[in-house]
C-alpha cells in the first residue's frame, strides 16, 4: 500500500500540516493556517478512526477542540460541556488531546481532564484528577496550570497517567475516579524540600514502547526513567548538557530508546546550549545520551523546542520531527541521524505529531 | 426583531453564519441563545459558564454597552465585537 505522512503542526497562530512521501524525502508540502489562526497546542490523529483533532484556546472566545474528518481540508469545533460549571475560572485553552480506546482525553488549562465519548463533539469532566488531595496546593508553571500530558495504557483502559505543571505526574487505575500522586525521586529544585510528593514541574512524559509501566520524563529539573509505572523515578542527567528542557519522546518499538531537547536552561533564555541544535538519544534507557546534529543548525541557533513538539512516526527505520520556536520543523528518516528543514517561518511551533495514512 | 451584527471572527466559526442577522430576544441573553439555536455552540464562544460575557467579548445594544441582562428593544441593534486587548497572546 502506498502511503504518505501528514505532519500535523500546532503554532501560536493555527494549525499547519506537511504533507510528503512515506520516503519522507522532499518535497512537502504545506497546509494551513487551518483552525482559524487559533492557538493550537497540539494537533494529532486518532489512528482508529483516521479523524484528525486540534486542541487550543483563542484569547477572545475560549477553549475548544476542533475536528477534521478530511484529513484537515476542513474543520469545525465544538467545546459543549467542555467546562467547570460555576464554580471555576473558564477554561484557556485545550492543551493536549490523547485517542485513546475508542474515546479521546483532553488536558486542559485550568488543570483538568476532560472525556468525550463521541468524537469531540461533546465533553464530560473526569472529576477524579481535581479531586485530588493535593488540589489547593497545585501551583501553575510559567505556561500556566495545566494539563499538558496524558498517556493511556495500551491494553488497560482503566489505567491513564497525566503531567501537570508544576505539581507532577498522576495516574488513575480505575478508569479516572482516583488519582496517586506518582512522582517519587523527582527533584524540585525551586522549593526548599527537593523531594514533596507534589509540586514537580514535569514538562512531558513519554511511555516505552512495549514495557507499559516504563515510563520517560522530562521535567524543569531533570530527566528521568520510571520501570514501576511512575511509582519512583531514576534520574538521567549524566550525560546530558542540561537539566532543563521540554520535549520527551520514546521509540516506536524500542522501550530502551527515548529522544530529549536539552535547553541551556530555565534562567539562560532557554535556548539549545551554545546555540548550536542538537536532539539528545539514548539507546539503552537513559545510562548514556548522544548528541544528534547532522543538519541541525550549529551556529547562531537562538531557538528552543517546547514539550509538545517532537514526535515520531512508526515507519522503519521511523522518521523523528522537531519544530521549533522560531517557526522551524526539522525531519530526520533515519531515526535521528541526519536531518533536513522541511518547514521555515512558520509561527512558534508548539506541537508537531506524524501520521503515516495511505496515499 | 432585533438586528445582530457579529464579528468576522466569530462567524468563520460556524459554517453558514452571517455577519448582520436578525434575531428574536428582549434581552442580550435571549438575542444569544436564538444565536446558539440557530448556530449551535456560538453561546460558548460568546459566554462563559455563570453566564456572563467572556472577558473580552463586549457586546453594545444601540452603541451603548450592555450585559447579558440588558434589554434589547424590537428594532435594536446588537454589535458583538472582540475587544482591542485580549491579543496579548495572539501576537
Request: charged share 20%; glycine share 12%; with cysteine.
Amino acid at each position: 500500500m502506498d502511503r504518505r505522512v501528514l505532519v500535523l503542526i500546532g503554532t501560536k497562530k493555527g494549525a499547519f500540516i506537511l504533507e510528503g512521501g512515506a520516503d519522507r524525502d522532499a518535497p512537502w508540502r504545506l497546509r494551513g493556517p487551518l483552525c482559524e489562526g487559533w492557538p493550537i497546542n497540539h494537533v494529532c490523529q486518532d489512528a482508529a478512526t483516521g479523524r484528525l483533532y486540534a486542541g487550543g484556546g483563542n484569547p477572545w472566545f475560549g477553549a475548544a477542540v476542533w475536528r477534521s474528518d478530511d484529513l484537515g481540508e476542513t474543520w469545525t469545533h465544538s467545546s459543549e460541556g467542555l467546562n467547570y460549571g460555576l464554580d471555576a475560572s473558564p477554561l484557556r485553552s485545550v492543551w493536549h488531546l490523547t485517542p485513546a480506546h475508542g474515546a479521546l482525553y483532553a488536558g486542559v488549562e485550568p488543570a483538568g481532564l476532560f472525556r468525550s465519548s463521541d468524537g469531540g463533539l461533546t465533553w464530560a469532566h473526569v472529576e477524579g484528577l481535581r479531586e485530588h488531595p493535593s488540589r489547593p496546593d497545585w501551583k501553575p508553571g510559567n505556561g500556566g496550570l495545566i494539563c499538558h500530558t496524558i498517556i493511556a495504557h495500551p491494553d488497560d483502559p482503566e489505567r491513564m497517567w497525566v503531567g501537570i505543571s508544576a505539581v507532577g505526574c498522576f495516574a488513575t487505575e480505575n478508569g479516572g475516579r482516583t488519582w496517586e500522586a506518582r512522582n517519587r525521586g523527582v527533584r524540585v529544585d525551586f522549593m526548599p524540600d527537593k523531594y514533596p510528593e507534589t509540586g514537580q514541574c514535569v514538562h512531558k512524559m513519554a511511555l516505552a514502547s512495549g514495557m507499559p509501566d516504563r515510563l520517560y520524563q522530562q521535567n524543569h529539573c531533570g530527566t528521568y526513567r520510571s520501570d514501576d509505572g511512575g511509582r519512583s523515578w531514576i534520574c538521567l542527567d549524566d550525560g546530558l548538557p542540561s537539566t532543563f528542557g521540554f520535549p520527551m519522546v520514546a521509540h516506536p518499538r524500542d522501550p530502551d530508546t527515548a529522544f530529549t531537547v536539552p535547553l541551556n536552561g530555565d534562567d539562560r533564555g532557554r535556548f539549545v546550549p551554545d546555540a548550536r541544535m542538537a536532539v539528545w538519544r539514548t539507546s539503552d534507557g537513559g545510562a548514556s545520551w548522544r548528541a544528534l546534529r547532522d543538519g541541525l543548525p550549529q551556529e547562531q541557533a537562538y531557538l528552543g523546542v517546547l514539550r509538545e513538539a517532537m514526535a515520531v512516526d512508526d515507519l522503519d527505520p521511523f522518521g523523528v520531527y522537531v519544530g521549533t520556536s522560531t517557526g522551524q520543523v526539522f525531519a530526520s528518516r533515519d531515526e535521528g541521524e541526519h536531518w533536513a528543514r522541511i518547514a521555515d517561518l512558520l509561527p512558534p511551533v508548539y506541537s508537531v505529531e506524524a501520521a503515516v495514512v495511505a496515499a | 426583531m432585533a438586528t445582530v451584527v457579529l464579528p468576522r471572527s466569530l462567524v468563520a466559526l460556524f459554517p453558514g453564519a452571517e455577519r448582520r442577522v436578525g434575531v428574536e430576544g428582549s434581552t442580550v441573553d435571549e438575542v444569544i441563545d436564538a444565536l446558539d439555536a440557530r448556530w449551535p455552540g456560538m453561546r460558548d464562544r460568546i459566554c462563559v459558564p455563570g453566564p456572563a460575557l467572556r472577558e473580552y467579548i463586549n457586546v453594545f445594544v444601540d452603541t451603548r454597552p450592555a450585559d447579558l441582562q440588558t434589554p434589547v428593544p424590537p428594532l435594536g441593534v446588537v454589535h458583538v465585537l472582540p475587544a482591542v486587548a485580549g491579543g496579548a497572546t495572539a501576537g
